[in-house]
């Protein structure tokens, strides 16, 4: 095969998957290099415990990516390889008092649930909905513009006639937002355990916006799954990559940037092979990673402060189970399998989050979990009449003993999730587990080098790592210090989750820096797909 191409790109997330599918579609010869075995990074399904039993290995629902121009407007005809399903059921919180909060699809039916606690709790959900739904054009159009390109969010908002309150309330913690509008505290804790769905802990200072956001997204979309599991979304990424003349390879770990006469023209491989880039070089390498693929001085002293700053953030602990039952809970009909459920015992609970994750301590006591069954949705995915279950926990990485010390109380952490889940799920008996895989902070990072100190996200999400920081001041437009080298991926705007966002934005970046434009790009695609259309 021919080492040399347009652009060379390093990690094979869907960031930078769609990134090249955008790249390849204007006509640039790509390669993509992944380390792993599989494309996808975090977002990949695989036959994880037993055969015929397909986990998604990180990432289930795609709620955030709804609103992309990607999606939306289904920019590289995505939807003709793979659909989304969209449960009735979004997620069902259980509490310890034997009462539980349903959200559905519906919005007037997740009201009633509020309004089994509150009659001012219910007011106070639909009105925060609406609230976001008048102002959220403009934070999608933010989180989809690369930084730069467009006016900044407080420019945005200072137009809107609701903007102000919006200034406010984004430098808000979710937590006072929520304390201030909800007064039972099953409603309360609801709305934590959806304001955290990001892992950015509700109490920290500019998370007011994801007390509205992260509830809106899913009353609008569900929890919503592609079927056959999250590594059907980067399997069709890389069939368009594919059929416009894109090539992915895996088992190829970047183990250096080849750079001559200032400029970055290419990678080299662990196993010693070397890609050529004419025109340029695209990375989802996490930049603790990056910036030892080069010479310090290539870097520049900014770009290294930046990363020597960077912080890894609030950090998940998984366990994959085989099932030959999903878990039932109690809801309105009687017994029932939602695809989701949470818990988080109290509002309170939901302050001690950030704490927990300080402490260094794995934390069992009164777990906070996310448990998805995504079977119950797609039985495709595990063989007739049994289920894939992930429970989610939120543990740290960095334990007093070491990270090293996670492989020595994993398992008993895994036990400890289980049993709290079974105190709402008692079905979910040890006879029904018919296997399971454990995946702490530290595994995490072991299966996926972008996992940086097992960040689920490449780093924290607060105000010192966001939007223009992001990854860091003066390096937010993806393009790095070493000309021809760019970035894309969770650590950079606007940062993790299955959002597409660092992949487009990084595109229509390098686009425009090679003398083409992502829109005549797209809207080129459309015409020739209109042309199809009439000639058949
Ligand atoms: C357990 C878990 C559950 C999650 N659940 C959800 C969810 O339900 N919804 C949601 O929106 N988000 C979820 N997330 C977060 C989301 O999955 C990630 O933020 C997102 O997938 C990151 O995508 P990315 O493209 O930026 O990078 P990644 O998916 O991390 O991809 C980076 C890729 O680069 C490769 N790579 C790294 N270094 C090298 C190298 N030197 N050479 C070659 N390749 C390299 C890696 O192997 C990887 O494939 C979850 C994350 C985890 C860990």
């Known amino acids: 095969m021919a080492d040399r191409f347009d652009v060379v790109v390093a990690g094979a997330g869907h960031n930078s998957l769609v990134a090249a599918a955008y790249l390849a579609k204007a006509g640039l010869r ?25 986990h998604d290995s990180c990432a289930s ?14 920019e590289l005809g995505l939807s003709e390889m793979f659909e989304y399903i969209y ?15 349903t959200q559905y699809r519906d919005l007037d039916r997740t009201v009633e649930q509020f309004a089994k606690f509150s009659k001012k709790d219910a007011v106070a959900y639909r009105r925060m909905m609406m609230d976001y739904e008048s102002i959220k054009p403009i934070f999608d159009a933010v989180t989809y513009t690369p930084i730069g390109f467009g006016k900044p969010v407080n420019d945005r908002l200072a137009e809107h006639p609701d903007g102000k309150k919006w200034l406010r309330r984004s430098a808000q913690s979710a937590w006072e937002i929520i304390r201030d509008n909800f007064e039972d505290d099953h409603c309360r804790s609801f709305m934590m355990w959806m304001a955290f769905q990001t892992v950015v802990p509700p109490e920290w200072p500019t998370t007011g916006r994801n007390a509205y956001s992260l509830c809106y997204g899913r009353q609008r979309w569900s929890w919503c799954v592609p079927k056959g599991g999250s590594g059907a979304f980067t399997g069709a990424l890389v069939k368009v990559i594919e059929a416009h003349g894109g090539v992915v390879l895996t088992d190829k770990s970047v183990g250096g940037l080849i750079v001559e006469g ?15 880039a004419d025109k340029a070089v695209l990375s989802t390498v996490h930049i603790k990673h990056l910036v030892d693929m080069a010479p310090r001085e290539a870097w520049g002293e900014d770009f290294i402060d930046g990363v020597s700053t960077w912080q890894a953030g609030p950090t998940l602990f998984v366990t994959h189970l085989a099932t030959s039952e999903a878990p039932r809970v109690m809801g309105d009909d009687g017994e029932y399998s939602p695809i989701a459920i949470g818990t988080m ?6 302050l001690r ?6 402490l ?10 996310l448990a998805v069954c995504p079977t119950v949705a797609d039985p495709s995915r595990a063989p007739p009449g049994k289920h894939t279950l992930k429970i989610i926990g939120f543990q740290p990485y960095e334990l007093v003993q070491g990270p090293e010390h996670w492989d020595a109380v994993k398992e008993q952490v895994a036990d400890a999730n289980l049993a709290h889940l079974r105190r709402f799920a008692p079905n979910l008996t040890p006879d029904k587990i018919l296997s399971r895989v454990v995946e702490s902070p530290l595994d995490l990072e072991r299966m996926n080098p972008h996992n940086w100190h097992g960040s689920c996200h490449g780093g924290a999400q607060n105000a010192a790592q966001s939007g223009a920081l992001r990854p860091m001041p003066g390096y937010a437009q993806h393009r790095m210090p070493i000309p021809g080298l760019y970035q894309t991926g969770g ?3 606007p940062g993790g989750s299955i959002s597409g966002g660092p992949g487009r934005n990084a595109a229509a970046v390098m686009l425009k820096d090679l003398g083409h434009n992502l829109d005549e790009i797209v809207a080129r695609g459309r015409t020739q797909t209109r042309r199809l259309e009439s000639v058949k």
């Open 353 to 358: 989050m950030g704490y927990d994750y300080a």
């Open 345 to 350: 015992s109290t509002a309170t609970r939901g």
């Open 262 to 276: 200032g400029k970055c023209v290419g990678v080299e491989c662990a196993d010693g092979s070397r890609y050529r």
């Open 491 to 493: 650590t950079t705007h």
């Open 61 to 74: 629902a795609h709620v955030i990516i709804q609103d992309s121009p990607l999606i939306r407007n289904d």
């Open 360 to 369: 260094g301590m794995p934390n069992t006591e009164d777990p906070v979990l």
């Open 87 to 101: 449960p009735d059921v979004v997620v069902h919180l259980p509490f310890p008092d034997g009462s539980y909060l």
């Open 30 to 54: 790509c390669v993509v290099l992944e380390h792993r075995s599989v494309a996808g990074g975090n977002c990949v399904t695989e036959e994880l415990t037993l055969p015929g039993f397909w």
